[in-house]
Antibody, heavy 116, light 112 residues
Framework: EVQLVESGGGLVQPGGSLRLSCAASGFPFSSYSMNWVRQAPGKGLEWVSNIHSNIRTIHYADSVKGRFTISRDNAKNSLYLQMNSLRDEDTAVYYC?????????WGQGTLVTVSS | DIVLTQAPLSSPVTLGQPAYISCTSSQSLVHSDGNTYLSWLQQRPGQPPRLLIYKISNRFSGVPDRFSGSGAGTDFTLKISRVEAEDVGVYYCMQDTQFPYTFGQGTKLEIK
């Protein structure tokens, strides 16, 4: 069974940093592209970032480019999102999402709150 | 960026009746590999999103056959043939044909 478990969310002040993790199991992690998608409270879904299985190919939403860094450790079956210079508008539930040619599996999400 | 526009934004439906949600894309979603990467997601209250349909019309594992998808190019439809109480929630279309991936605004399905 595919399992994606996010962690690392919490309360952080504007301008601060946070690192999210996603522990994957139940599938060959190194073979899959992975994404982070977020959802602000009461709002819709926003794609944040994608990292290919080859690790080298990475994409970001314009809203986070230059502030967030996606990475993965295939030996640890883990996906990460380093978030710097956080803003109020980054407050959201962050989901780890596995991708395979249009098929997406979603984790339960971790809440990030940016507030002073 | 590709903009996905859903209609209606709210859909009150009688139990056992069909429901239809449309999704219109600002440009063709046909990928260079010939596939069209248009998906439908369901988000029940307090739950993460769940994939229902991928590549226009393919039902994901475990999805009941009352859910079906259709369309081509820029116009797509999700049909629920007979709405059940557990179908209440918000439905999103999503494109992963090109980056940045984008979502529709969401359609709230309610029971009349």
């Amino acid at each position: 069974e595919v399992q994606l478990v996010e962690s690392g969310g919490g309360l952080v002040q504007p301008g601060g940093s946070l690192r999210l993790s996603c522990a994957a199991s139940g599938f060959p992690f190194s073979s899959y592209s992975m994404n982070w998608v977020r959802q602000a409270p009461g709002k819709g879904l926003e794609w944040v970032s994608n990292i290919h299985s080859n690790i080298r190919t990475i994409h970001y939403a314009d809203s986070v480019k230059g502030r967030f860094t996606i990475s993965r450790d295939n030996a640890k079956n883990s996906l990460y999102l380093q978030m710097n210079s956080l803003r109020d508008e980054d407050t959201a539930v962050y989901y780890c999402v596995r991708e395979w040619f249009g098929e997406f599996n979603w984790g339960q999400g971790t809440l990030v709150t940016v507030s002073s | 960026d590709i903009v996905l526009t859903q209609a209606p934004l709210s859909s009150p439906v009688t139990l056992g009746q069909p429901a239809y949600i449309s999704c219109t894309s600002s440009q063709s979603l046909v990928h260079s590999d010939g596939n069209t990467y248009l998906s439908w997601l369901q988000q029940r209250p307090g739950q993460p999103p769940r994939l229902l349909i991928y590549k226009i019309s393919n039902r994901f594992s475990g999805v009941p056959d009352r859910f079906s998808g259709s369309g081509a190019g820029t116009d797509f439809t999700l049909k629920i043939s007979r709405v059940e109480a557990e179908d209440v929630g918000v439905y999103y279309c999503m494109q992963d044909t090109q980056f940045p991936y984008t979502f529709g605004q969401g359609t709230k399905l309610e029971i009349k």
